[in-house]
């Protein structure tokens, strides 16, 4: 169970052009696959969007395809979460501040998954590659990044959590105890800003199309699994003026038809 209660997305809810006009919004992972798709939603609905990842030439394709769809100009910012300091999430924010004058959401889309493999044999260093990307990494930009989300008046940031039931399972090693930890923090982030301007917020996906879930689950046929674009749309509801009915709750897309 997680400390933050469940909630579903509103029936007939769609993405409406315009519904993030004029709001600034940080996408971690934006090469994989939530976060790529999080990042074409976010444009379409209108948002300047600063996308985030390792590898500057998957970001600079990316942003091409971005800007084919005729949004505000996207940003890109390389950022490798596995070695970022407090100086390099600090950099991000006043990067952010210079240029675009403010900042409305922050999207956690990356995640740091290797393989399955029991805790006996886990290799330490993966251990904690998987608590720096998928704990420390959201952590530390939520914090770098308070300032200017809480200045806006209409703040947001969305964790992505993965099934607590399924993680918690033999072999699944750092990445399920990370996933414990991004709930914790949530949970506790909520509880300090319940009523300001900073809204925190939750996803837990379906099984979706993406190299984790491939990572995973080697004997499933993944492409039969849908592509990330229901959740990457959820993610915009959640960024919007009308997410806010859904702060401090976890927006569960697992059972949504």
Request: net charge negative; glycine share 10%; proline share 7%.
């Amino acid at each position: 169970m997680s400390a933050l209660p469940s909630a579903r997305l509103p029936a007939g809810w769609a993405p409406q052009p315009g519904g993030l006009a004029g709001r600034v919004v940080v996408v971690t992972g934006a090469t994989g696959g939530l976060g790529g798709e999080t990042a074409r939603a976010a444009v379409r609905a209108g948002a300047t969007v600063v996308i985030t990842g390792r590898k500057v030439r998957p970001l600079e394709k990316l942003y091409d395809e971005l800007v084919a769809l005729g949004g505000p100009q996207p940003v890109i910012h390389p950022l490798d979460l596995e070695s970022a300091t407090p100086a390099d999430y600090a950099a991000l924010a006043d990067g952010i501040e210079n240029e675009l004058g403010r900042l409305d959401g922050v999207v956690h889309a990356a995640a740091h998954f290797n393989e399955l493999t029991p805790i006996a044999m886990h290799k330490p260093d993966d251990w904690l590659r998987a608590m720096q990307v998928n704990v420390s990494a959201p952590f530390a930009l939520t914090q770098a990044c308070m300032p200017l989300l809480e200045r806006t008046g209409d703040g947001a940031v969305v964790f992505v959590f993965d099934d607590p039931d399924l993680v918690s399972r033999a072999h699944w090693g750092g990445y399920g105890v990370s996933k414990a930890g991004v709930e914790r923090m949530a949970a506790v982030l909520h509880a300090e800003n319940g009523r300001g301007t900073l809204r925190v917020h939750a996803l837990l996906p379906p099984p979706m199309r993406t190299a984790l879930r491939r990572a995973a689950y080697y004997g499933e046929n993944t492409l039969e699994r849908p592509l990330p674009t229901a959740s990457a749309e959820a993610i915009v509801y959640l960024l919007s003026a009308a997410g806010a009915d859904a702060r401090g709750t976890v927006l569960d897309l697992r059972h949504a038809h």
